[in-house]
């Protein structure tokens, strides 16, 4: 038997001018419709509604009433799955910089991706990409009062000594140049030529590191800022690489990100220390069947580092269980982040 299509406008018909198939679906089944749905496409502002068979005249009524209160956003109808994400090392940076006031970043969007999945191992866990091509640090002088003999900067292995190579100075900032003219006057090779020191006027009492080197991060000696003594810093660890990526990103379309608003997923705020969203990958994705991997990414939006500002960082990510087995399959899951 032909299917029997049902024609509205996007725009004109629906409650909030947009339509999410995966929702408008399952509220579609959940109505007094008896006529079993085909399925649904959109085309432009074009909606159509594809049954098996034609609707009486009141299931006709019923579905313009369930299409005029359509809103358009993701509903969760089925139990999810639960993955829990964990911080990669430049998210751990960013959290850490955030609660110091030096860094704003917000959520820009997530993928998944056939990392891990191999067809005779569907679960077998493999390396995260690290396309990363700089490491990056940053600390703050929070007290410029406790200085003393014996308290240090460790960068990639090198001391720099307060008392033998830097000198306090009468504020943080002053201290910042005398370290910087203190790393830019090193020819230690462990270190001469690998990092650059930097700062910016807004913010003369931070001092920002960027490494030199080229290529994914893997020297004998870690890039590392951290003090001895009782002087007080902010201090932050730094990252070993700003571009790490899924390894096989599947959905959506690398380099596109899947928002955590909106159609694909619903935002939650469950506590202070942890974040999560849920989320709907329909039937017929490309990649169904081999998903092993997630990604959530962030963007920077204020940073007392300017140019670092509109970096888009791989905040956490996540290996879990090939959920979806067949073409077929909607995957319906819950990712969770705990700071």
């Known amino acids: 038997m032909a299917l029997v299509d049902y024609i509205y406008s996007v725009s004109a018909d629906t409650l909030t001018g947009r339509v999410n198939p995966i929702t408008l679906a399952d509220q579609i089944s959940a109505s007094d419709i008896t006529i079993a749905l085909g399925y649904i496409d959109v ?6 509604i594809w049954f098996k068979a034609a609707l009486s005249t009141s299931e006709h009524t019923t579905l313009t009433t369930v299409v005029a209160n359509h809103n358009g956003n993701l509903g969760i109808s089925d139990v999810p799955d639960t993955i829990v994400a964990e ?5 751990r940076n960013l959290l850490a910089r955030s609660k110091l006031g030096d860094v704003v ?4 969007g997530w993928q998944v991706g056939r990392g891990g999945y191999i067809s005779n ?6 390396s995260f990409v690290d396309a990363g091509t700089q490491a990056e640090g940053y600390f703050t002088i929070l007290d410029n009062t406790n200085w003393g003999i014996g308290t240090y900067i460790s960068l990639n292995g090198k001391w720099f000594i307060y008392g033998t190579h830097f000198v306090e100075g009468l504020t ?6 005398n370290i910087i003219n203190a790393i830019l006057d090193s020819t230690d090779p462990k270190f001469y030529g690998l990092v650059t020191p930097l700062t910016n006027p807004a913010h003369p009492s931070n001092l920002y590191i960027k490494s030199l080197m080229v290529g994914t991060i893997g020297n004998s000696f870690p890039l590392q800022v951290f003090n001895v003594g009782n002087v007080n810093f902010g201090v932050t660890q730094m990252s070993g690489g700003v571009s790490a990526a899924l390894e096989d990103p599947a959905w959506p379309t ?5 928002p955590y608003l909106g159609d694909q997923g619903l935002i939650e705020i ?3 220390t942890s974040l999560s969203f849920m989320s709907r990958i329909g039937e017929g994705t490309n990649g169904v069947g081999a998903y092993g991997e ?3 990414w962030v963007e920077v939006i204020h940073s007392s580092f300017t140019p670092e500002i509109g970096r888009k960082v791989l905040f956490a990510m996540s290996h879990f269980p090939i959920q979806p087995k067949t073409d077929r399959t909607i995957s319906t899951f819950r990712v969770v982040i705990s700071y």
Request: proline fraction near 13%.
């Open 294 to 296: 997630l990604g959530l």
């Open 87 to 91: 911080l990669t090392l430049e998210g």
């Open 43 to 48: 085309l432009g502002d074009v909606l159509n």
């Open 121 to 126: 191992k569907p679960v077998k866990v493999t």
């Open 270 to 272: 469950p506590s202070s």
């Open 172 to 177: 943080p900032a002053i201290t910042v140049t």
């Open 254 to 258: 690398p380099p596109t990100l899947a």
């Open 105 to 108: 970043y917000h959520q820009l």
